[in-house]
């Protein structure tokens, strides 16, 4: 398990979050991933939230409260 943290691009808090993967294992996917593959092929095993994390920051938490008020569909 790695524990990353983040900058919030909608609320500019610092969130960690525990992925279940190896240091080694989300090391070489980044690397995938800032090499051009995009985040859902370089992470399959990671959930939509978990890769959107790891994107922006952004918790689970705070997409709940876009949605609601209809920011995000």
Request: glycine content about 6%; some cysteine.
């Amino acid at each position: 398990m790695v524990q990353i943290t983040k900058v919030s691009c909608l609320s500019g808090k610092r969130n960690s979050m525990v992925l279940p993967l190896a240091q080694e294992d989300y090391e070489y996917c980044v690397t995938r991933w800032h090499n051009g593959m995009l985040i859902q092929e370089a992470f399959p095993m990671l959930d939509r939230n978990q890769r959107e994390f790891i994107k922006n920051g952004i918790t689970p938490d705070e997409f709940n409260i876009l949605e609601n008020e209809g920011l995000y569909a």
